[in-house]
């Protein structure tokens, strides 16, 4: 009999294209919206997941996101190397700064001062120079994006807080939760680019000797300085608590994406209950044959899962379509379609199909076959 | 069917209806469908059940049929007691016994005349092949040889009720319980039909309950029984019809 439901289901081809179509747009609701708003989560913590080399970083107590600056006293990377089981320990600054665009605009942006001997927690990819060309006098590199926002390429002069910045590369980097443009350039040429503090160490960035786990210097760092010092997976953790419990972002987009798995829930369960509906005389007529309600609940069951997966497979792939073709006409986009959300949204699906079989196959059983017998 | 269906049928009624009554009740109302329908039906006849719109007719034949359960009285299908089987039990006593023919046909839109008929079969647990082939078989011996590949759609009214006759035969069940099934016809292809029914479902081991309010086709019953509200007021033979 399961013939006979997958004929049922696709006899109609137009019923069977909408059916399908419903539950992906249902689906592409869901994951669109969730790509969405989990990209622009994901930037909250752009600096840490692009900073690959930190395992552990060292900040003032107080820090709670990235873009929260509390500097640090110089010497506190001295008492950071100083604590056994350190491997190595390097300085990380970071400040806003302006830098002034071709067109005579002046454009905030996040400069980054790295240690000017290993350039660790440098960008990793290119579009044009490279890392040691830090070392040039004056040189800086200019994210991708930010260097469309300055309108500069690599070999133009910047002007930072009105000091001259030679650009020697455009790198790759994740755009931040504000979107400023990001500069790399030497811990101590940053310092000057940025004066004015007293304090100017940000963070110290270091890893572990061989046969330490993170956490473990973790913890004799922070009890050995008074400093937090936190994991990689920490500090994403520390930041996603921040934005969700100081800003209206996880409320309000959060409803917004909740709304799009109500509203694709419901359309999904309109559109399998419609069907069930639209095909009830002939599972009345199978009942009064002699069909068990085990068997038609099969076939609801195996018509339900058929349109369930065909429209989580062309919603998923939309969501793709959309998320490649929209992250390259606009990169400024946060779209981050994670497997995560995948499986959320096939979890999402698959709960659905289950509600909706169970309704329709309540209905079904439920169903009085001497229905059959009336004439219209 | 086998030889000891056919003894079997020989010596019992396919149909016994003793004092059978059905109540429908709701919050502000009782309908009195059946009053007490005493009646029997034999194998190899074609019994029609005749009478006004409203006066039991179809609710009797679901009731035999096992589809509806009545309020009182006993119903012995082949000597079974229907009424006192189990839900699931009925279910199964109806795939194994009963062919049906309904007024509006009822044929899945998207199967073809074959798969169509093959449905019982699926039922049963006939393989797809061996139940489609004898869909076209029996497709062939109603006369639609050239239609069993054909969607129900792209058929007349009076092929889709062959296709429907051919569906309720494909079981080879022992009561085939048809509703109206000419009501949705012209007068002509109403009588083909009646022809067809009388010429193939009716066997000797089979019995043909027939609900109809169309006089034109009274002529083929073997007998008749009159209703009226929900009593059978008279049982004739169908040669007396006038």
């Given at each position: 009999?399961?013939?006979?439901?997958?004929?049922?289901?696709?006899?109609?081809?137009?019923?069977?294209?909408?059916?399908?179509?419903?539950?992906?747009?249902?689906?592409?609701?869901?994951?669109q919206?969730?790509?969405?708003?989990?990209?622009?989560?994901?930037?909250?913590?752009?600096?840490?997941?692009?900073?690959?080399?930190?395992?552990?970083?060292?900040?003032?107590?107080?820090?709670?996101?990235?873009?929260?600056?509390?500097?640090?006293?110089?010497?506190?990377?001295?008492?950071?190397?100083?604590?056994?089981?350190?491997?190595?320990?390097?300085?990380?600054?970071?400040?806003?700064?302006?830098?002034?665009?071709?067109d005579?605009?002046?454009?905030?942006?996040?400069?980054?001062?790295?240690?000017?001997?290993?350039?660790?927690?440098?960008?990793?990819?290119?579009?044009?120079?490279?890392?040691?060309?830090?070392?040039?006098p004056?040189?800086?590199?200019?994210?991708?994006?930010?260097?469309?926002?300055?309108?500069?390429?690599?070999?133009?002069?910047?002007?930072?807080?009105?000091?001259?910045?030679?650009v020697?590369?455009?790198?790759?980097?994740?755009?931040?939760?504000?979107?400023?443009?990001?500069?790399?350039?030497?811990?101590t040429?940053?310092?000057?680019?940025?004066?004015?503090?007293?304090?100017?160490?940000?963070?110290?960035?270091?890893?572990?000797?061989?046969?330490?786990?993170?956490?473990?210097?973790?913890?004799?760092?922070?009890?050995?300085?008074g400093?937090a010092?936190?994991?990689?997976?920490?500090?994403?953790?520390?930041?996603?608590?921040?934005?969700?419990?100081?800003?209206?972002?996880?409320i309000?987009?959060?409803?917004?994406?909740?709304?799009?798995?109500?509203v694709?829930?419901?359309?999904?369960?309109?559109?399998?209950n419609a069907?069930?509906?639209?095909?009830?005389?002939?599972?009345?007529?199978?009942?009064?044959?002699?069909?068990?309600?085990?068997?038609i609940?099969?076939?609801?069951?195996?018509?339900?899962?058929?349109?369930?997966?065909?429209?989580?497979?062309?919603?998923?792939?939309?969501?793709?379509?959309?998320?490649?073709?929209?992250?390259?006409?606009s990169?400024?986009?946060?779209?981050?379609?994670?497997?995560?959300?995948?499986?959320?949204?096939?979890?999402?699906?698959?709960?659905?199909?289950?509600?909706?079989s169970?309704?329709?196959?309540?209905?079904?059983?439920?169903?009085?076959?001497?229905?059959?017998?009336?004439?219209? | 069917?086998?030889?000891?269906?056919?003894?079997?049928?020989?010596?019992?009624?396919?149909?016994?209806?003793r004092?059978?009554?059905?109540?429908?009740?709701?919050?502000?109302?009782v309908?009195?469908a059946?009053?007490?329908?005493?009646?029997?039906?034999?194998?190899?006849?074609?019994?029609?059940?005749?009478?006004?719109?409203?006066?039991?007719?179809?609710?009797?034949?679901?009731?035999?049929?096992?589809?509806?359960?009545?309020?009182?009285?006993?119903?012995?299908?082949?000597?079974?007691?229907?009424?006192?089987?189990k839900?699931a039990?009925?279910?199964?006593?109806r795939?194994?016994?009963?062919?049906?023919?309904?007024?509006?046909?009822?044929l899945?839109?998207?199967?073809?005349?074959?798969?169509?008929?093959?449905?019982?079969?699926?039922?049963?647990?006939?393989?797809?092949?061996?139940?489609?082939?004898?869909?076209?078989?029996?497709?062939?011996?109603?006369?639609?040889?050239?239609?069993?590949?054909?969607?129900?759609?792209h058929?007349?009214?009076?092929?889709?009720?062959?296709?429907?006759?051919?569906?309720?035969?494909?079981?080879?069940?022992?009561?085939?319980?048809?509703?109206?099934?000419?009501?949705?016809?012209?007068?002509?292809?109403?009588?083909?039909?009646?022809e067809l029914?009388?010429?193939?479902?009716?066997?000797?081991?089979?019995?043909?309950?027939?609900?109809?309010?169309?006089?034109?086709?009274?002529?083929?019953?073997?007998?008749?029984?009159?209703?009226?509200?929900?009593?059978?007021?008279?049982?004739?033979?169908?040669?007396?019809?006038?």
């Open positions: 009999m399961i013939y006979v439901a997958w004929r049922m289901l696709t006899g109609d081809r137009a019923k069977y294209l909408s059916l399908v179509i419903g539950l992906a747009f249902s689906v592409l609701l869901m994951t919206q969730g790509s969405i708003f989990t990209g622009i989560m994901m930037r909250t913590f752009a600096m840490v997941t692009d900073v690959s080399a930190a395992r552990i970083w060292v900040m003032d107590p107080g820090v709670q996101y990235p873009d929260d600056l509390k500097p640090m006293k110089d010497s506190d990377l001295s008492r950071v190397r100083d604590v056994p089981g350190v491997d190595w320990a390097v300085p990380l600054f970071k400040s806003n700064g302006r830098a002034r665009t071709a005579g605009n002046f454009q905030t942006v996040f400069v980054f001062g790295l240690d000017s001997s290993t350039l660790l927690g440098g960008p990793r990819e290119f579009v044009s120079g490279k890392l040691t060309d830090l070392w040039t004056d040189s800086v590199l200019v994210d991708e994006a930010g260097a469309r926002r300055l309108n500069v390429k690599k070999g133009d002069i910047l002007e930072l807080n009105d000091r001259r910045a030679y020697a590369g455009i790198c790759k980097a994740t755009p931040t939760f504000t979107s400023f443009p990001i500069i790399y350039t030497t811990y040429r940053a310092v000057k680019y940025v004066p004015g503090d007293r304090r100017v160490l940000t963070f110290v960035l270091c890893s572990p000797k061989d046969g330490l786990s993170d956490a473990e210097l973790s913890a004799r760092i922070s009890k050995a300085t400093l010092a936190i994991t990689k997976d920490q500090f994403i953790e520390r930041t996603l608590r921040y934005y969700a419990k100081n800003t209206g972002i996880v309000n987009f959060g409803m917004t994406t909740l709304l799009g798995f109500v694709g829930l419901a359309i999904s369960m309109q559109t399998l069907f069930v509906l639209d095909n009830i005389r002939h599972f009345g007529t199978l009942k009064a044959m002699g069909a068990t309600n085990f068997t609940a099969k076939m609801v069951l195996f018509q339900a899962v058929v349109v369930g997966l065909l429209g989580y497979g062309v919603g998923v792939g939309a969501t793709a379509l959309f998320g490649n073709t929209a992250a390259k006409n990169p400024q986009l946060a779209f981050k379609f994670t497997p995560e959300l995948m499986l959320i949204a096939f979890c999402a699906m698959t709960l659905l199909v289950a509600i909706a169970v309704l329709s196959i309540r209905r079904v059983v439920k169903l009085e076959p001497a229905i059959v017998f009336r004439g219209s | 069917m086998g030889d000891a269906s056919a003894t079997a049928v020989a010596t019992e009624p396919a149909i016994i209806c004092g059978v009554t059905k109540v429908f009740e709701s919050d502000d109302s309908v009195h059946l009053r007490g329908i005493d009646f029997e039906a034999r194998p190899g006849e074609m019994l029609l059940l005749v009478g006004p719109s409203g006066c039991g007719k179809t609710t009797l034949l679901s009731v035999v049929a096992g589809i509806l359960d009545q309020t009182a009285g006993e119903i012995r299908v082949y000597g079974q007691d229907v009424h006192s089987m839900p039990q009925k279910t199964a006593f795939l194994r016994n009963i062919g049906f023919v309904f007024q509006q046909f009822n899945v839109p998207s199967l073809t005349a074959a798969e169509n008929v093959a449905v019982p079969l699926l039922l049963r647990g006939v393989k797809r092949a061996a139940a489609v082939q004898r869909g076209r078989e029996l497709l062939t011996q109603v006369g639609l040889a050239d239609k069993t590949e054909v969607s129900p759609l058929l007349s009214g009076g092929q889709q009720q062959r296709v429907a006759i051919a569906r309720a035969m494909a079981p080879e069940p022992r009561l085939i319980v048809c509703d109206e099934p000419t009501a949705s016809l012209d007068g002509e292809t109403g009588q083909h039909v009646m029914l009388k010429s193939t479902a009716v066997a000797a081991d089979r019995c043909v309950v027939v609900v109809t309010h169309d006089s034109r086709v009274f002529r083929f019953g073997d007998r008749i029984a009159e209703m009226l509200d929900g009593r059978i007021t008279s049982i004739r033979n169908g040669a007396e019809h006038g």
